[in-house]
């Protein structure tokens, strides 16, 4: 069966997907073809199905009916997620009086930055032109993902919120959701079974082969250096990453029931794949 899956040029994702697309994890039922965009752009496919796997932000689940969400292969924080940079250090009524970048509207960072401190004035880019939108002067603060989360001190600009730990506070512990990987709901729950098992022996087999999986993930290291992208890696691909669990699916839910309290997403019918 050939399966077409979508992933984001980012190194967490490559390293999950290491195994299946080198061919050192085959599958006798599945051919897969390869997509790569930022989350932002998988998001807006995945509200007009155009493929069958692919990553998507926690928050697109709420537009996106088509889809029903894999247990493996989730980007969860364990006690820490998004951050807010800027020049210099802010309260957080001056945060909010701030226009931010932020790296999509669907993204599950943008919807827990609205959680947390309510509405705000925003302008879209992308994620990785955050950073010097921040340090110009072109937006007051940035709402930074990836491996910018970690380099934001050499780019010039200093941590002023931490939404990760905010959540990890709030929902005592339960992991940040981030992204996660969907397949198409009419593709059938036998088979998105068995997929779910083929990308769950993905990641198993990187966390197995660290250093060959890190090379490969390195071609998508934006010039970090290794031992930046290697701390990224073992940040978002961890015990959560290979099934979630029910600490997992919990956050997922939790998310959503907090969202729509607060009427930012519609009402929906949340879809996730059998354990």
Not at 76 to 84: D, E, L, T, V
Not at 85 to 105: L, S
Not at 154 to 183: A, F, S, Y
Request: charged share 25%.
């Amino acid at each position: 069966m050939e399966i077409s899956v979508g992933h984001t040029p980012d190194s967490d994702d490559a390293f999950m997907f290491y195994g299946m697309f080198t061919g050192k994890v085959p599958s006798p039922e599945f051919k897969v073809t390869h997509v790569i965009e930022d989350i932002e752009k998988l998001n807006q496919k995945a509200t007009n199905p155009e493929l069958d796997v692919t990553a998507v932000s926690v928050h697109a689940c709420a537009y996106i009916p088509g889809y029903t969400i894999l247990r493996s292969g989730g980007s969860f924080g364990i006690g820490y997620g998004p951050i807010i940079t800027a020049r210099k250090q802010m309260t957080i009524e001056e945060i909010k009086k701030c226009r931010i970048a932020i790296p999509g509207k669907m993204t599950s960072a943008f919807l827990l930055l609205q959680l947390m401190i309510g509405k705000f004035d925003y302008v879209e880019m992308n994620f990785s032109d955050i950073p010097e939108a921040v340090k110009s002067g072109k937006v007051d603060a940035g709402l930074v993902i990836h491996e910018t989360q970690l380099s934001y001190e050499q780019e010039g600009n200093v941590k002023i919120l931490d939404v990760g730990e905010w959540w990890d506070k709030t929902t005592n512990g339960l992991p940040v959701p981030l992204g996660i990987n969907v397949m198409r709901t009419d593709l059938g729950m036998d088979v998105i079974h068995k997929f779910d098992k083929y990308l769950q022996s993905s990641i198993e087999y990187g966390l197995e082969n660290l250093d060959d999986a890190l090379e490969y993930a390195m071609q998508y290291s934006r010039g970090k250096p290794r031992d930046l992208i290697e701390k990224f890696v073992k940040m978002y691909v961890n015990k959560v990453t290979v099934n979630m669990g029910d600490s997992g699916e919990e956050s997922i839910r939790k998310l959503f029931e907090m969202a729509k309290e607060k009427h930012l997403v519609p009402n929906f019918e949340l879809s996730i794949a059998i354990k």
